[in-house]
């Protein structure tokens, strides 16, 4: 039976739908002026720093996608997540010597920017009997203080990482840089987007261009225009961060 909440967790709960009621507006908006489904849309919830009660609350209003940023706080947290009919993705950026503790849990790994890491988790994969999806994140602002591949270096590192057996590449990711206004970021998206589609084009072994994702709380509607499916959404869902 569950424990009755407290008038803060309530408050929090009430929030959250009505968050997420707003934002699945939202989608469905933006990929109908997209020329797409709502449906065609996946919304992952960034669940930093977020207790799992009030993840889970957002599961039941019908959330398919959770996202943790760093290791220790997913494995703190993922005997509590309601997985049943929710993936659970890693968005955040990862260090070869914490690939082992991910394989298994996560469907799948968003932030791969190099073939040691690619590779690292392909054997791990391999370890375990499965083929982990992974997505190649891009770095298309070319900050010298964010991980991804730069553009011109994508092509590389497709043709590494398309010849491993344990990983299979789902798409791209992006950060791209804070902009002053929408216009400006939504030229990085479709930037991302032209690569996406001129990667897909190429029809790689063992690449599929089945989810480009990038937006998220300030600007997933912008991304949505430009041509994401999957759009990672934090404080505009479950509020403001606090962080400790």
Known sequence: MMEKLSTEQQKKFDDIS??????TR??????????RK????????????????FINHAISLGLRAIGEN???????KYDEYDLKNTELHFIGHL????????????????????????????????QNGIVTDILLEV????????????????????EETSSLSGVKVRGLMSV???????????????EMYKIFVD?????LDNISMDFLSMGMSEDYKEAIQSGANMVRVGSALFGARIYR
């Open 18 to 23: 009505a968050n997420y009621e707003l934002i």
């Open 26 to 35: 939202n989608i469905a908006l933006a990929a109908e002026e997209s020329g």
């Open 38 to 53: 709502p449906s065609d849309i996946t919304l992952l919830a960034a669940t930093k720093t977020v207790e799992p009660v």
């Open 70 to 76: 760093k290791v220790q706080e997913l494995l703190s």
């Open 95 to 126: 260090q070869t010597n914490k690939v082992r503790q991910l394989v298994g849990k996560v469907s799948m790994i968003q932030s791969v920017d190099s073939i040691k890491l690619a590779g690292e988790i392909s054997r791990r994969s391999e």
């Open 139 to 158: 770095n298309i602002g070319r900050e010298e203080n964010k991980s991804g591949v730069l553009p011109e270096e994508l092509d590389r590192l497709l």
């Open 176 to 190: 791209p840089p804070i902009c002053e206004t929408k216009t400006e970021i939504s030229k990085y998206f479709d």
């Open 199 to 203: 990667i897909s084009s190429k029809k």
